[in-house]
C-alpha cells in the first residue's frame, strides 16, 4: 500500500491549494480517508476526514469552513481543498489511511507573504 501526496507549495495568505492524494493497489474504495498536518516542531495533527463513499467528512476546528476534503474513488484519490490559507496553516500535509496503518511522504505547505 503507497500514499502519494501532492500540490504542496509557497502561497500568499488569502491564497489556495489543491492536494491531491494518490493510493495505487489499495481498496480504495472501502477505506475511509484522512489528512494531517504537523507543523515544524510541533506535533502532528488532524485536519479532516472522509468516509469510504464519501458522504460524510469531519474537521478540525482551526480549518472548518475554509478546507474541503473530497475523494473520487475512480481514480483512488482523495483531495483537500484549502482556501483562505494563513500563514499558522503552515505544515507538512499528510495523507492517512486508517483501515491499513498507512501514512503518506507528505506534502509542505508555506502560508506567507
Known amino acids: 500500500v503507497q500514499l502519494v501526496e501532492s500540490g504542496g507549495g509557497l502561497v500568499q495568505p488569502g491564497g489556495l491549494l489543491r492536494l491531491p492524494c494518490v493510493a495505487p493497489?489499495?481498496?480504495?474504495?472501502?477505506?475511509?480517508m484522512c489528512w494531517y498536518r504537523q507543523a515544524p516542531g510541533k506535533e502532528r495533527k488532524f485536519v479532516a476526514s472522509i468516509g469510504s463513499a464519501g458522504r460524510s467528512a469531519n474537521y478540525a476546528d482551526p480549518v472548518k469552513g475554509r478546507f474541503t476534503i473530497s475523494r473520487d474513488n475512480t481514480v483512488n484519490t482523495v483531495y483537500l481543498q484549502t482556501n483562505s490559507l494563513k500563514p499558522e496553516d503552515t505544515a507538512e500535509y499528510f495523507c492517512?489511511?486508517?483501515?491499513?496503518?498507512?501514512w503518506g511522504q507528505g506534502t509542505q505547505v508555506t502560508v506567507s507573504s
Open positions: 493497489g489499495f481498496t480504495f474504495s472501502s477505506s475511509a
Open positions: 492517512y489511511a486508517p483501515r491499513a496503518g498507512v
